[in-house]
Nanobody
Framework: EVQLVESGGGLVQPGGSLRLSCAAS????????IGWFRQAPGKEREGVSC????????YYADSVKGRFTISRDNAKNTVYLQMDSLKPEDTAVYYC???????????????????WGKGTLVTVSS
């Protein structure tokens, strides 16, 4: 069974930084694409960033481009999201997701993301 566990969320002031981690187990980590999504109160879940297992290509939402960086350590089965220059509008629950086609998958940047972690809360506020 696929398991994804996020960590690293918290409260940070505007302009600050956080690094989120996603520890994966239960599948061959080299196979799927891994992504980060977020959901703010009252809003739909949206894609933030993802990384391809095939060639390491990275993709970002326009709203975070230049501020967030995704990376993966296959030896540790972990994906990271470095978030810099955080803004209040980045406040959300951040979810790690793995490529999987299910009835409620989210299609983003060419992949169906259907395995989800429980999320970690990021609050950007002064």
């Amino acid at each position: 069974e696929v398991q994804l566990v996020e960590s690293g969320g918290g409260l940070v002031q505007p302009g600050g930084s956080l690094r989120l981690s996603c520890a994966a187990s239960g599948f061959t980590f080299d196979d799927p694409a891994i992504g980060w999504f977020r959901q703010a109160p009252g809003k739909e879940r949206e894609g933030v960033s993802c990384i391809s297992s095939r060639d390491g290509s990275t993709y970002y939402a326009d709203s975070v481009k230049g501020r967030f960086t995704i990376s993966r350590d296959n030896a540790k089965n972990t994906v990271y999201l470095q978030m810099d220059s955080l803004k209040p509008e980045d406040t959300a629950v951040y979810y790690c997701a793995a490529e999987k086609t299910t009835s409620d998958s989210i299609f983003w940047k060419g992949w169906y993301f259907g395995s989800w972690g429980k999320g970690t809360l990021v609050t950007v506020s002064s």
